[in-house]
């Protein structure tokens, strides 16, 4: 089994920053891709930012230029550095990997971290 964990959300005022953290574990051993996406009340999930090999970024028009995303040494962590922060950045934020354990493909969600973005 695998497990996705996040850290690092909370309440901040509008303009600051905060460095959301996720850790995979278990049996998992390659990465494809590994995403923060998104939920705000009453929307759907939506994608916020998405590393793949590694290397290759891809980040949501209203994220973009304030959100970065970066994978940690230890290859089964991703980071989201959120910066400029806005109301309507207000959601639960959730990792999301996609990779391959023993058992073959896998996808796997965390539980989610509320960032709330309020004066």
């Known amino acids: 089994q695998v497990q996705v964990v996040e850290s690092g959300g909370g309440l901040v005022q509008p303009g600051g920053s905060l460095r959301l953290s996720c850790a995979a574990s278990?049996?998992?051993?390659?990465?494809?891709?590994m995403n923060w996406y998104r939920q705000a009340p009453g929307k759907e999930r939506e994608l916020v930012a998405a590393?793949?090999?590694?290397?290759?970024?891809n980040y949501a028009d209203s994220v973009k230029g304030r959100f970065t995303i970066s994978r940690g040494n230890a290859k089964n962590t991703v980071f989201l550095q959120m910066n400029s922060l806005k109301p309507e950045d207000t959601a639960v934020y959730y990792c999301?990997?996609?990779?391959?354990?023993?058992?073959?493909?896998?996808?796997?969600w965390g539980q989610g971290t509320l960032v709330t973005v309020s004066s």
């Open positions: 278990g049996n998992i051993f390659r990465f494809d891709a």
């Open positions: 999301n990997i996609r990779g391959a354990g023993s058992g073959g493909y896998l996808e796997v």
């Open positions: 590393i793949t090999s590694g290397i290759n970024t």
